[in-house]
T-cell receptor, first 108, second 113 residues
Framework: RKEVEQDPGPFNVPEGATVAFNCTYS??????FFWYRQDCRKEPKLLMS???SGNEDGRFTAQLNRASQYISLLIRDSKLSDSATYLC?????????FGKGTRLSVIA | DTGVSQNPRHKITKRGQNVTFRCDPI?????LYWYRQTLGQGPEFLTY????????KSRLLSDRFSAERPKGSFSTLEIQRTEQGDSAMYLC???????????FGPGTRLTVL
């Protein structure tokens, strides 16, 4: 079983739609959680950290459920520029452990 | 640009050749990480340094791979006797001790023919 699992997609959604991505992790010792965004052939860029209390940054909301070992990302009012791969990331000690990513295409 | 930089951005080599990549981290960051990413996969951890000390190596880092950070600033990753399976994007990231937040460089894309 992979340590971090995500639905690879692709998710094809129209502009303005709300889309949610889910992720599960197997290492209960994981302490820190993130969502990274990666555009095609570019490096991953930190989108947001994920906290147990949930956190919101503009159109993006992240949630963590430690009991279920589950992380989510909600994107509201999708823009064309949101098209990318979204990587779910956990850290138990120092190296980051990445999921394979979920590909999102926002269509006009 | 004060972000993480990597050189070269692209490298094409023949099987059996040695290659070396360089990473310059964000200047105030004392941790430096190397990851490898292949198509359709997320980045996979290879090794990391705190200052000049190499603190952890993944089992992915075979004996053909070696990394150094001699002065605690830039780092090099060398692959000896390259194989076609080494073709990947090699990503460097930097961060601060006691923080899990890491910032990635643009990567070096290696193609082994």
């Amino acid at each position: 079983r992979k340590e971090v699992e995500q639905d690879p997609g692709p998710f094809n959604v129209p502009e303005g739609a709300t889309v949610a991505f889910n992720c599960t992790y197997s290492n209960s010792a994981s302490q820190s959680f993130f969502w990274y965004r990666q555009d095609c052939r570019k490096e991953p860029k930190l989108l947001m950290s994920v906290y147990s209390s949930g956190n919101e940054d503009g159109r993006f909301t992240a949630q963590l459920n430690r009991a279920s070992q589950y992380i989510s990302l909600l994107i509201r009012d999708s823009k064309l520029s949101d098209s990318a791969t979204y990587l779910c990331v956990c850290s138990g000690n120092t190296p980051l452990v990445f999921g394979k990513g979920t590909r999102l295409s926002v269509i006009a | 640009d004060t972000g993480v930089s990597q050189n070269p951005r692209h490298k094409i080599t023949k099987r059996g050749q040695n290659v070396t990549f360089r990473c310059d981290p964000i200047s105030e960051h004392n941790r430096l990480y190397w990851y490898r990413q292949t198509l359709g996969q997320g980045p996979e951890f290879l090794t990391y340094f705190q200052n000049e000390a190499q603190l952890e190596k993944s089992r992915l880092l075979s004996d053909r791979f070696s990394a150094e950070r001699p002065k605690g600033s830039f780092s090099t990753l060398e692959i000896q006797r390259t194989e076609q399976g080494d073709s990947a994007m090699y990503l460097c990231a930097s961060g601060r001790a006691f923080s899990d937040t890491q910032y990635f460089g643009p990567g070096t894309r290696l193609t082994v023919l």
